[in-house]
């Protein structure tokens, strides 16, 4: 058979062992004729490897030999096959790795809009902690591609980073507020209101047993180098963070779901090293029948002291069993209430459900993390392994009361996901966010003040505020922080004052942190389309955050600036096309 038949002829059968489903079967590749000349086997090597890129395009990188997956104009490929040295010495077949494009699911939304103060004075949300959506943005970035701007959310953009907020100083009022008013970069004459939360954090030496299950998507559609092999990389690197009083369970699911390690104490990291490293990825995607296997597990080894946790690394790609999002939120949901909660690790692009991983993670009481880098692995499971797994406060709700006399208008930067009622912030059978140990989370409003320049103009037969007003005048609005520690069905609450203590005449006035974060929420804005940000652009933005920079041990913050100069030669190339 000619040399370019047989590789035609392979390349099919390996596609059907890898398992394509309904959701799966697209037109393959197939390979350009004229371009498929003869070649040696090292350069069919070197072909297995022309789909992975580097995010070394994008300067400053530390994991600069850390692949994603590169850009492709069909639904999926497969990469040719390279070959590898058999047992007696033959070359055998490497399974194609599996490539997606277009299929990212993302939850739509719209841009919150200013209020009217006398309209509407109360803005109410769940605290957020998800930081998915930086990672998904920088992996689009590190291939010179502007992400969707349905994948930017832009309190998962500012939360990424930590900031220097005072402590909390007790377990059981385990946060601290900070709040700093400072004028608006992008719009003369208003302000951005900065309210910083840091939690309670919790010494290793004293925190709870860990209960884990680890639930790993090993379909045909996590046979890409960016999906299971990074997958078995953070798994191991999560694992050094736990000790002998902790345990881990594994369950799989492909074509079906299958107990791969019964409960095993952590300090038995050979065996378990062994289960993870002899994954491998191929058939379609039962994920709700594993979903239901590891919370079996799970509660099959409950600790009512504990952290009891399902940890999910998937694409996200469901398409066995139930498939429907509401079910499997549902489900989620009562498992949630016998004490058993739900963290996702997001791995690849292209097909990732990005919709359907946030909605478990907020229905679970667990964070969603998106992990594109051996890097990202190391933040999320090592430097930060105590807040991502250790809850602190549960049914986390902010509500923010402004002034009428201080304030006309408002608007909630982000957090369109997690917007609640007025009166589900004193309900305490209404789901809201969790806090990890040490966890800090930002909000950022823009306001109007009073005689500033209004978004929205005034009505003809509106009526008019009461000149007496009841509000303190010396107060631009109050916070107010509901919240539950993690054992207890009742919730407690915290306030804070927004007074003029808390202003700052100029923007190079205000803590570096804010300014930072500021240039943060800018960023992710212009994702978006910008309709708030004035004359932001990118350059400004490069401005804010170079000089807000500060101590930077870990390189997060040097890191983005970097991106926001990928995304202004990105946003030139797209202008042009």
């Keep these: 058979m000619p040399r370019l038949s047989q590789a035609l002829a392979t390349g099919f059968m ?24 003869p070649a040696p086997e090292a350069k069919a090597a070197q072909e297995a490897q022309d789909i992975v890129v580097t995010s070394s395009r994008v300067a400053g990188r530390r994991d600069s030999a850390t692949p994603v997956t590169a850009q492709a104009s069909t639904a999926f490929a497969f990469a040719p096959a390279a070959r590898t040295r058999g047992p007696v010495g033959r070359s055998e077949p490497v399974p194609p790795y599996y490539r997606d494009i277009g299929r990212d699911k993302f939850t739509a939304t719209q841009q919150n809009a200013f209020k009217i103060v006398r309209e509407e004075p109360v803005s109410t949300f769940s605290l957020d902690v998800d930081t998915a959506s930086y990672s998904f943005v920088r992996a689009s970035l ?16 500012v939360n ?10 007790t377990a059981d009022q385990p946060f601290s507020t900070n709040v700093a008013v400072f004028p608006s970069p992008w719009s003369p004459g208003r302000k951005l209101v900065r309210i910083g939360v840091k939690g309670y954090e919790i010494q290793r030496a004293s925190r709870p047993r860990a209960n884990l299950v680890f639930l790993i998507d090993t379909s045909g559609s996590m046979n890409a180098p960016n999906k299971l092999p990074l997958v078995k ?21 492909a074509g079906s779901a299958g107990r791969a390690l019964e409960p095993t104490p952590a300090s038995n990291k050979a065996k378990i090293l062994a289960v993870i490293d002899g994954l491998g990825a191929g058939g379609s995607t039962a994920g709700a029948e594993g979903i239901r296997q590891a919370y079996a597990l799970a509660e099959q ?65 667990g964070a969603a993390a998106y992990i594109d880098t051996i890097g990202e692995a190391r933040k999320t499971l090592v430097d930060e392994a105590t807040s991502t797994l250790f809850p602190i406060a549960k049914d986390v709700k902010i509500q923010v009361e402004f002034n009428p006399r201080a304030v006309s208008e408002y608007r909630l930067i982000g957090y369109e996901t997690r917007m609640l009622n007025r009166d589900d912030f004193d309900n305490d059978k209404v789901d809201a966010g969790d806090v990890g140990s040490g966890q800090t989370v930002t909000a950022i409003y823009e306001v109007t003040p009073v005689g500033g320049p209004r978004a929205i103009g005034d009505l003809r037969y509106a009526e008019q505020a009461p000149a007496a007003a009841s509000a303190r005048s010396d107060e631009l609005g109050f916070v107010k922080i509901r919240y539950k ?51 932001l652009g990118f350059d400004e933005v490069l401005g804010m955050a170079s000089a807000a920079r500060g101590e930077d041990g870990f390189g997060y913050r040097s890191e983005f600036i970097q991106l926001v100069r990928a995304a202004k030669t990105a946003h030139a190339m797209a202008a042009l096309q």
């Design 14 to 37: 390996l596609a059907l062992v890898a398992g394509c489903t309904d959701s799966d079967r697209h037109v393959a590749a197939i390979p350009d004729p004229a371009a498929a000349a």
């Design 301 to 365: 080894n409950l600790d009512p002291k504990g952290v009891n946790r399902v940890i999910l690394a998937t694409d996200g790609d469901f398409n066995v069993g139930i498939t429907n999002d509401n079910e499997l939120k549902g489900y989620v949901e009562r498992e949630r209430g016998k004490g058993v909660f739900l963290s996702v690790l997001g791995f690849g692009m292209g097909n990732y459900n990005d919709a359907l991983m946030q909605t478990l993670a907020q229905n679970g009481n």
């Design 485 to 535: 520690l993690p054992k207890s069905d009742t919730s407690r609450l915290l306030t804070t004052p927004i007074d003029r203590g808390a202003t700052f005449a100029r923007f190079e006035d205000a803590p570096r942190d804010a300014r930072f974060a500021a240039a943060v929420a800018g960023f992710a804005e212009l994702l978006r389309g910008g309709r708030y940000n004035g004359q």
């Design 233 to 253: 990389q953070s798994l191991a690197m999560l694992l050094d963070q736990l000790d002998g009083k902790d345990s881990v369970a594994i369950v799989t699911y």
């Design 160 to 169: 990424y980073f930590p900031y220097d907020y005072a402590p909390a100083r």
């Design 142 to 157: 590190n291939q010179n591609v502007l992400p969707q701007p349905v994948a930017v959310r832009t309190e998962e953009m």
